[in-house]
C-alpha cells in the first residue's frame, strides 16, 4: 500500500511511518513541522512539507502521489491549551479534516485511520471504557476529535469514504531502535517528564493531586506502547482494504497504573532517584481511565505484546538517553 501519513513529524506519526516502511509498505509525509521535527521524518518516506488546511497544496500531494488511504495523526493535542484556546484546535483539527476529506473526495481516496482520543469519553465513573458509551468531552480538544469522527461517519454515508477511527488511551514507549521517540515541547505528559527527572533535567516530577478515590490517591491511566498502538494501525488499514465497515476502537491496554506507580517503575527501570513532590490537582483530569480493546482485538485481531511497564518505560528511556535534549539539539 502507498499510505500518506499527515503528521509523520510528529511522535506517533513517525513511528507509524517508520513501522509502514518496515513492513514493505510506501510511506509518503506531509506534516507542516508545527510541533514535529525534521529530524524525525523517516529518510524512505516521500516528505512534503506543508499545511493540511492548504487546499491548494494538499492537492498537489494527492495529484503527485495517487495515495491507497491516509493514517491521519497530524492536530493540535494539548487539552489544556484547547480550553484557553478553543478555536485554535477547531480551526486546526475540523478545519485540517474538513480539507483532508474534500482531498479524499476529488482524488477517489476511500480509506482513512484516525487519531482520536479516550478524551471524547469526558469525564466518567465507567470502568473500563467500551466504545458504545456516551461522549462528553471535557475540552474542545476532545470534542474536535469527536467532531472529526463525526465529519468522517457523513462523508461515508455520502461518498463512501470508509473510516477506522482508533480512540488511544496514554501512549507511551518508543522504537526500539532507540532513534526515534517523544519530544513535545512544552512536555506535558507524564513518561517524559518522569524520565527528565531521571536525567536531572526537572529537579523533581510533580504529582498532580493524591486525594482522588483511588487506592493510592493518585490517578490512574492506561499506558499503551506506541509500537502495538501503530501495529492496530496497519491492522486498521488491512480491514479497511479488505472491504470492513466503518468503525471505532480504543486502543489501551486494559490495565491501569497510578502516577505513583509509574514513577516506582521508572525507579527501577532507570535505577535513579527521580525526585517527587506532591502538588495540587491539575484541572479536568479524571481519577480512573481504563479502556476495554476487546472489540479491536475481536474485529482487527489486534494483539498487543509490549503491555508490560518496564517495557514501555524502558523503551522511553533508551530514546531518553540517546537524545537527552530531543531532536533539534
Ligand atoms: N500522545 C498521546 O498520548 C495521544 C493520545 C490520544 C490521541 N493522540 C493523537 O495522536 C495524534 C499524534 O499525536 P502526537 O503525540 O504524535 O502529536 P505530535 O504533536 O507529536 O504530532 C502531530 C504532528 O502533526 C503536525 N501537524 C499539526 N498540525 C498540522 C497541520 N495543520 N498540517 C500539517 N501538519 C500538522 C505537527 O507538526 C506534528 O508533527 C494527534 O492527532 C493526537 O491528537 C495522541
Ligand atoms: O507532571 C505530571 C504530568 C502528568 N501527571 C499525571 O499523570 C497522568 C497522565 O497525564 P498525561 O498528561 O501524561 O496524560 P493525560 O491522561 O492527561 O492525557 C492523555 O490522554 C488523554 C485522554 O484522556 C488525551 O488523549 C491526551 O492527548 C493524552 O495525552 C495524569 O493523571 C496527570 O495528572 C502528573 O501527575 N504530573
Redesign the pocket.
Known amino acids: 500500500m502507498k499510505v500518506l501519513v499527515t503528521g509523520g513529524a510528529g511522535y506517533i506519526g513517525s513511528h507509524a511511518a517508520a513501522m509502514l516502511l518496515e513492513k514493505g509498505h510506501q510511506a509518503v509525509i506531509v506534516d507542516n513541522i508545527l510541533t514535529g521535527h525534521l529530524d524525525a521524518v523517516n529518510k524512505n518516506a516521500v516528505f512534503y512539507e506543508g499545511d493540511l488546511r492548504d487546499a491548494a497544496f494538499l492537492d498537489d500531494v494527492f495529484a503527485k502521489e495517487k495515495v491507497d488511504a491516509i493514517v491521519h495523526f497530524a492536530a493540535s493535542?494539548?487539552?489544556g491549551e484547547s480550553v484557553e484556546d478553543p478555536l485554535k484546535y477547531f480551526g486546526n483539527n475540523v478545519y485540517g479534516m474538513q480539507v483532508l476529506l474534500e482531498a479524499m473526495h476529488k482524488h477517489e481516496v476511500k480509506r482513512i485511520v484516525f487519531s482520536s482520543?479516550?478524551?471524547t469519553y469526558g469525564d466518567t465513573n465507567v470502568v473500563p471504557l467500551t466504545e458504545d458509551l456516551d461522549t462528553n468531552p471535557e475540552s474542545p480538544?476532545?470534542e474536535s476529535k469527536l467532531m472529526m469522527e463525526k465529519m468522517m461517519k457523513w462523508c461515508d454515508q455520502a461518498y463512501g469514504i470508509k473510516f477506522v477511527s482508533l480512540r488511544?488511551?496514554?501512549?507511551g514507549g518508543a522504537h526500539p531502535d532507540g532513534q526515534i521517540g517523544e519530544d513535545h515541547q512544552p512536555e506535558?505528559?507524564?513518561?517524559p517528564?518522569i524520565l527528565q527527572t531521571a536525567l536531572g533535567q526537572r529537579d523533581h516530577?510533580?504529582?498532580?493531586?493524591e486525594d482522588y478515590p483511588t487506592e493510592d490517591g493518585?490517578?490512574i491511566?492506561d499506558y499503551i506502547h506506541v509500537m502495538d498502538l501503530i501495529d492496530a494501525h496497519v491492522l486498521a488499514l488491512e480491514y479497511l482494504e479488505k472491504g470492513g465497515q466503518s468503525d471505532i476502537f480504543n486502543l489501551g491496554s486494559s490495565q491501569g497504573f497510578s502516577?505513583k506507580e509509574?514513577i516506582d517503575v521508572a525507579r527501577e527501570v532507570t535505577g535513579k532517584e527521580i525526585p517527587a513532590q506532591v502538588g495540587p490537582?491539575?484541572a479536568g483530569?479524571?481519577a480512573v481511565?481504563i479502556a476495554s480493546s476487546a472489540k479491536a482485538k475481536d474485529v482487527l485481531g489486534w494483539n498487543p505484546t509490549r503491555t508490560d511497564m518496564k517495557d514501555i518505560i524502558g523503551d522511553a528511556w533508551r530514546w531518553h538517553q540517546n537524545r537527552p535534549n530531543g531532536y533539534d539539539a
Do not use: K
Open positions: 493535542s494539548l487539552v482520543t479516550a478524551a480538544y476532545g488511544y488511551f496514554n501512549v506535558t505528559h507524564l513518561i517528564i516530577i510533580s504529582i498532580f493531586g493518585t490517578c491511566r502516577v509509574m490537582r491539575r483530569d479524571p481511565l
